[in-house]
């Protein structure tokens, strides 16, 4: 049963969509998104969710499977109904930190390899590069140890949350690189919080 939307949610759903579409989401997926954050009951079916969002069944389709294979969302079965609903992934923030903690470790390497090939050129030609690798390393560094205070501090968040990856991301900092990583973020930040 669709409910009536509460004075100033839709107005907030669509300033949180327009500040994930500077993120590189589609500004629909994020107003979907952003509904998922609110609503009741937490599961939607596709119907619940073009009532809230004012969205097409068929935006409605294209945008809910983006955020499935985003991993943001997941499908389930409605309770009583022969039909699939929509929830948020139990878990999800950490896993989205995760998979931006990939990318700084991804990014480092890069920005290292590209400063080797740079080795021979005088300072001043690879001083853009070198800022870029420098603020990343320093995220690189940092975020884990933030990411573990967080876990700390806000243990109930932790429930229902597979457990944190290890290596790189738990504080590791030495800057010998490993081999090769199993899972490699794909695109932007939206489509690969696997």
């Not at 109930?156 to 899972?183: H, I, K």
Request: glycine share 8%; proline share 6%.
């Amino acid at each position: 049963m669709t409910r009536a939307v509460e004075p100033g949610l839709r107005e907030w759903v669509e300033r949180l969509s327009m500040v994930l579409e500077r993120d590189g989401l589609p500004r629909m997926a994020g107003r979907i998104f952003g509904w998922l954050l609110v609503c009741e009951p937490p599961e939607q079916s596709m119907e619940e969710l073009a009532a809230a969002v004012q969205g097409s069944k068929a935006s409605m389709s294209t945008m809910t499977r983006l955020l499935v294979q985003a991993d943001l969302i997941e499908k389930v079965r409605l309770p009583g109904a022969r039909r699939d609903g929509f929830r948020i992934r139990v878990g999800q923030w950490r896993r989205l930190w995760e998979s931006r903690m990939q990318l700084v470790e991804e990014t480092v390497e890069l920005t290292e390899r590209g400063l080797a090939l740079l080795a021979r050129r005088a300072p001043a030609s690879r001083g853009r590069l070198e800022e870029l690798h420098h603020q990343y390393r320093f995220m690189e560094e940092h975020l884990p140890a933030l990411l573990e205070r967080f876990d700390r501090e806000h243990p109930a968040a932790r429930a229902g949350r597979p457990a944190a990856r290890r290596g790189r991301a738990s504080g590791r900092t030495s800057s010998a690189r490993p081999a090769a990583r199993s899972r490699r973020p794909e695109g932007n930040a939206w489509r690969s919080s696997r």
